[in-house]
């Protein structure tokens, strides 16, 4: 009981640890390129109000980026302290994508954000902004080395164990060059893109509901408008190509986010709503759209899919006894909480693009109100994603070789106790630091140029 309760401790504190720092990441990936965009379209038109945008949320971005920086080298920590049998058998593995994502792409990253920083009006301008693009290639590139590790967690390719029973890489290519990573990556960007789309719009649409610096925050309004809606489109053909493919080489994942206990037939149809009873194994209520999940997961009305009844028997029978389901409940409704969120916040944008397509701004409190309040849902979405990620290879750190119970560090009770307050304390201010900078920053609105004009106060639209 003893050990199974360190175990939970451990984690839950990297739980912890690893959801506050990925609420940076995904605005991050997305910030920055919106970011550059300003910048050129500053660079290519010399328009000052391109200008100030780029300033104002850079200067979020920086932010955003010191703090992720921060918990991020926390999290690292982890690995050595809470789970030191999961970093002495996957180092071998993870020393290649780790070592590029260190030495490659966060050392790009982090040198050329500080070159943009500190190099305005120090740089040539061309050269000042081709530094802000570097950093973007740097944070996209850093993302997919994590997700090279992460989806080897989920789907060990490439290796082979030695003597230790260590695992070791046999082919670099193989691991890196893998559909599942490219789709998961390319979800993550996608991910980015609609939360600082959102978070752009939202924080012009309070300017606007207040009709504060219009002329410059129409133009980010509508620039978060487009991003947001056309990445909310690409992600529902990515998130389908990702669906395929954890269908395939994760079926219990898949089998618990939908709740799914008996094999289906043709027609499987996706779950609208469901109880789950995870001790009789059978759903207590499950309301569903037919034929909608065959579609979604195998791009056929024909497909069927494997429950975890039967995927329960198999794993018993190939890894001896034990219970190889993850925690349905959790499966189950954050996969539609990281569905539902998304989709609720790229609406409400093209609602709000059909509400100013003559190019006024709409009257009434209650829209710019809603427009500002869907900033958090994204980031909730992306958390939720996540944890459907971890949590849908349980009770696997890395799935069919190492068990969670088995990567963990034989540490006290108290100590992990101790560190888990610790680090809720810690972050729990990091948080209110977080939010206060960056409300600051997008109180302020854009800063004054010196030759930036007088601020209009007109009610119609500026296109890009």
Known sequence: ????????????????????????????????????????????????????????????LLINFAMGVVTGLVQEFQFGMNWSGFSAFVGGVFGAPLVMEGLLAFFLESTFLGLWAFGRDRLPRGLHLACLWLFVIGTWLSAFFILVANTWMQDPVAYELDASGSAQLTDVWALVLRPFVLAAWVHA??????????????IAAWHLGRRQHVETMQRAWRTG?????????????????????????????????????????????????????????????????????????????????????????????????????????IQYWAWRGMMGFGLLGVAWMALAAWRTRRGRLPDGRRFWRISTWIIP????????????????????????????????????MGLLLTSLVTFVVMYSAFAVVEFRLIRRYAMAGPPRLDTAPRQEHDDHLVLL
């Not at 960007?189 to 939202?202: D, E, K, N, Q």
């Open 189 to 202: 960007l996608l991910a980015g893109l609609i939360t600082a789309s959102i978070v752009v719009f939202g």
């Open 225 to 329: 408008l487009i991003i947001g809606i056309t990445a909310g489109v690409l992600q529902g053909g990515i998130g389908d190509w990702l669906g395929v493919i954890v269908t395939d080489r994760q079926p219990m994942k898949l089998a618990a986010a939908e709740a799914i206990w008996q094999d289906t037939g043709p027609c499987a149809g996706f779950s609208v709503f469901a109880i789950p009873d995870m001790n009789e194994r059978r759903n207590l209520v499950n309301v569903q759209i037919p034929c909608v999940l065959s579609l979604l997961a195998t791009n056929s009305l024909d497909g069927s899919l494997q429950g975890m009844d039967s995927l329960q028997a198999a794993a018993e029978e190939a890894h001896g006894p034990g219970d190889y389901t993850p925690n349905v409940w």
């Open 1 to 60: 009981m003893s050990d199974s309760l360190v175990v939970d401790l451990a984690r839950l504190q990297f739980a912890t640890t690893t959801l506050f720092h990925f609420v940076f990441v995904p605005l991050t990936l997305g910030l920055g390129p919106i970011v550059a965009i300003f910048a050129t379209l500053a660079y290519r038109t010399r328009l000052p109000a391109w200008e100030r945008l780029s300033r104002m949320f850079g200067g979020i």
């Open 377 to 412: 849902l994204p980031f909730i979405g992306s958390l939720l994603g996540w944890v459907v990620t971890e949590n849908g290879r349980q009770p696997w750190v890395v799935t069919g070789l190492l068990k969670t119970q088995d990567a963990a560090s034989h540490l006290s």
